[in-house]
């Protein structure tokens, strides 16, 4: 386990910074991850790290920028020691689906599919059960 683990993830009171999982449903600890990748420059120290689910994770990757259709280009990825969550994404308590508030929303879930069918399904159940968002 990642050395950073205890106090990244208490920051992220448990949940992925990006598509805000709950950790408490999945039977293994998220992932510490590089908001700016160490490929890219990033460093390796407290600020730069993020609590991942799996597959925010493996979406991102080294990535950092994503595409909004509504402004047809580019845009950063949102970016938890920086931007609110609730700033950026609503969630629609029907359906589960995450709705963006800004290009950098948008871009960050059109790029980590946050709104997958898989995503979805389980959002709805974790809705049922009380524990999103």
């Not at 402004?71 to 689906?97: I, M």
Request: aromatic share 10%; proline share 5%.
């Amino acid at each position: 386990m990642n050395q950073h683990y205890p106090l990244v993830a208490l920051r992220a009171r448990h949940r992925c910074e990006y598509c805000h999982a709950p950790e408490s449903v999945f039977n293994f600890p998220f992932e510490v991850e590089h908001i700016m990748p160490l490929a890219l420059g990033g460093l390796d120290d407290e600020v730069n790290l993020a609590l991942a689910c799996r597959a925010c994770n493996l979406y991102k990757g080294k990535r950092i920028t994503g595409v909004d259709a509504e402004v047809e280009g580019s845009v950063p990825f949102f970016h938890p020691r920086e931007q609110q969550w609730e700033d950026h994404f609503r969630v629609d308590l029907a359906t589960g689906v995450l709705v963006g508030l800004s290009s950098v929303a948008r871009a960050t879930i059109n790029s980590l599919h946050l709104n997958s069918r898989s995503q979805l399904l389980a959002r709805q159940q974790w809705i049922q059960l009380g524990v999103f968002p």
